[in-house]
Structures are given as structure tokens and as C-alpha cells.
């Protein structure tokens, strides 16, 4: 099992071109591997007259003129694809559907899963284009047998493998990220653009959620949904406080609750639950939001799925650490167990199984099995 090796001959690549630096290092290193790229900007905002604001964004005007600026300086065609639409519908009102509904979405996964690797990469195909190639630090690895398998990128502190966990045999088998294989830091890779004269080499990193330019998620989630006061209560059921929205909390958040009750122990309280039928949200200790096991649905296997129980290593959040668990697909869904008890797993963030550096694949938490409850998972 190898790296994937140089193709024999070049292929016809579409670029995935943000308007930052690791896009545009991405597409001019595919370009001097000697394929043959055309950079592509993805228009996702339906309002991209705003101009970025800090470091924020990605689907600005300016985004899409740096992109064409790196691709006039690479020497490779550039066009902008209008996906706006598709991008409302798959990712943004899907984000906004499941906080609605009490869970934690990861918008990101969504739209590597609903975007580039869906909508882009079957357009590309249809096209003529044999691969998509982004700017994501992960790596595509080559077996014997011609199947592909996705790991992690060499440098572990710049991976981004967990949001590229619901990639499928397809699509793999058209990516192509050629910054996988670099143990650098950011720095260095801006020093490599700037060698290549890429006026993005300075730009700053895109953050947060592209589409909340501001930064402010429970905002943007009042405007569209509405404000509606609830209560916040404890484990016991009384009420130590009032919300103005069920929607602006996240499972294990212990900062802006603004209980003016304290807690009999004088220790700092969490929400343990978001109830958006009754519009309500449960607080209470740090150990009650120890998590044992899981369920989650709508699996994804980067490869053919798992057969019985394994153990394995998950990531539950994008830059978060590894846990080790056993888990088993199961009637469509995927059982886990923790090895040791994990804190602020919510419902509707993705959980992506590995072993050792290979991506198993990753499914949507749907419940969550507490140490303070009796283990129904199995």
C-alpha cells in the first residue's frame, strides 16, 4: 500500500479554488505535476457584494477575485460556478433545520459531502474532468488490489481528514488533495506561495462558519428562526433561568447561560439537554454530560463497511483529540462504545471512526448514553 503514485498519464483536473492559500498552493501543485487544471470558484453566497470582514468568509467578492488572480498567475483557465442555491438548500437550511430541532450540526462536513464532492465532482465528471482537487490537508492512498482509502494528512497538527469522512468509494476515487503529503507549517506554505508569486500568500485563514460572516451563530439562528423565551432549568426540573431561544445552545456549553441561581455545590454548570418541543434547556455538573456509548445514523464508508464489532479510534469534533471505542454497524446504523466515558457529545455532530491513520468512515450522532444511565446501546 503507497501513496497514490504519479498517474501515467496527465489528468484533466478541476481546481477548487477559494480565494485562499491553500487552494491556490493546492491547484499550482497539480498544475506543475504536469496535469492539466482549470481553476473553478464556487459563488455559494447569494448576497457576495459584502466584502470580507477580519478573517471570516470564503465566498465573498474578493474570494473569488483573489482565485482568478492566483489562476491568471499560475497559467491555468478559471471560470465561477453559481451554486448558491444548492448551497442554501443542502447546507445552510440544513444547518438552521437541525438546531431547530435541538442538535449540533457541522456545516463544514456537510458541504465537503453536499458541494464539493457531490454537486462539484458529478459536474466535473460530466464535463470530462477525471478529478477534483482541493486544498484540504488529508491524503488518498493507493492499494494493491486499485482501491483507495483516505487517511490522514502526514502533519497531524494541519489534518483535516475528519471533515472529509463522508467521502465514499466514488468519490475518492476523483480526489485529489496535494497538500497531504506536507509536513510544513503555515508558515512555510505561505513562503511557497510566495514563490510562486500567489498575492494570496498574506491572506488570512478563513474561520468559523462561512456563511455567518460575523462570527455570530446564535444572531444569525434569531433572525431566521425567531426569538422564543423558554425556560432554563436543572436536573431536578426547577427553573434557575430563562432563554430567549432553545435553538442558541449547544450540548456541553457552559459559557452565556446567565443563570442567576447558583448551583448548590458553587461548581459551573452545563446544558445537558435542549428540548425543542417544551423550549427547554436542562443545565447541571461537568460529570453529567459523561458519554458511554451512541448511536449514530445515515453511516458513510470511505471503503466497504465494517463487518461485526471492531475497536477503533473516533474523533468527535474537527479539531479535537482521538478516543478509543468499539463500534458495530448495525440494522443501517452504527452502535459505539466509549473504552473510557467522553464529555459534550451532542446529537447532530458527526462521529468519524479510523484506524490508525486510515478513515473508516463517519455517521450523525443521534443519541447518546450517559455513565449516570442505564447502557441501552449495545
Given amino acids: 500500500m503507497t501513496d497514490t503514485p504519479q ?25 506543475e505535476a504536469g496535469h492539466d487544471v482549470t481553476g473553478v470558484h464556487l459563488a455559494l453566497s447569494a448576497n457576495p457584494q459584502s466584502f470580507r470582514t477580519g478573517a471570516r468568509g470564503c465566498c465573498t467578492i474578493e474570494d473569488s477575485r483573489d482565485a482568478r488572480r492566483a489562476a491568471d498567475v499560475i497559467g491555468i483557465p478559471f471560470y465561477v460556478w453559481d451554486l448558491a442555491d444548492r448551497f442554501r438548500e443542502d447546507v445552510v437550511e440544513d444547518f438552521v433545520a437541525e438546531y431547530e430541532a435541538g442538535r449540533t450540526p457541522n456545516p463544514c462536513l456537510r ?6 464532492f457531490a454537486a462539484l465532482l458529478d459536474k466535473a465528471l460530466a464535463l470530462g474532468f477525471d478529478a477534483v482537487c482541493t486544498g484540504h490537508y488529508a491524503k488518498v492512498v493507493l492499494r494493491e488490489d486499485g482501491t483507495r482509502e483516505l487517511h490522514r494528512a502526514s502533519d497531524m497538527a494541519k489534518d483535516q481528514s475528519y471533515v472529509l469522512g463522508v467521502l465514499d468509494d466514488r468519490q475518492l476515487a476523483h480526489a485529489m488533495f496535494p497538500l497531504g503529503d506536507t509536513v ?15 498575492a494570496v500568500a498574506k491572506k488570512p485563514d ?7 460572516a460575523d462570527g455570530d451563530t446564535r444572531g444569525f439562528l434569531a433572525n431566521r428562526l425567531g426569538r422564543a423565551e423558554g425556560d432554563i432549568v436543572d436536573e431536578s426540573g426547577a427553573k434557575v433561568g430563562t432563554h430567549e431561544g432553545a435553538y442558541g445552545f449547544t450540548i456541553g456549553q457552559r459559557k452565556g447561560l446567565r443563570i442567576g441561581t447558583p448551583a448548590p455545590d458553587g461548581k459551573p454548570r452545563y446544558v445537558l439537554d435542549i428540548s425543542p418541543v417544551t423550549n427547554t434547556v436542562t443545565v447541571g455538573p461537568a460529570a453529567a454530560l459523561d ?4 448511536t449514530a445514523i445515515r453511516p458513510r464508508w470511505c471503503g466497504a463497511a465494517p463487518e461485526g464489532p471492531g475497536t477503533y479510534t473516533a474523533q468527535l469534533r474537527a479539531h ?50 450517559r455513565s449516570t444511565e442505564p447502557a441501552t446501546t449495545s
Fill in 7 to 31: 498517474p501515467s498519464r496527465p489528468l484533466r483536473v478541476l481546481a477548487a479554488m477559494s480565494g485562499g492559500v491553500d487552494s491556490a498552493v493546492a491547484a499550482a501543485r497539480a498544475a
Fill in 111 to 116: 458541504c465537503n459531502e453536499k458541494i464539493k
Fill in 184 to 198: 510544513t507549517t503555515k508558515e512555510e506554505i505561505r513562503a511557497e506561495a510566495e514563490r510562486r508569486g500567489l
Fill in 206 to 212: 478563513s474561520h468559523d462558519i462561512c456563511f455567518i
Fill in 291 to 294: 458519554v458511554t456509548a451512541l
Fill in 320 to 369: 479535537g483529540g482521538e478516543t478509543e471505542v468499539t463500534a458495530e454497524p448495525v440494522d443501517g446504523e452504527l452502535r459505539v462504545r466509549f473504552t473510557e466515558p467522553v464529555r459534550g457529545v451532542a446529537p447532530g455532530q458527526a462521529i468519524v471512526l479510523y484506524d490508525g491513520t486510515r478513515v473508516v468512515g463517519s455517521a450523525t450522532i443521534a443519541t447518546t448514553v
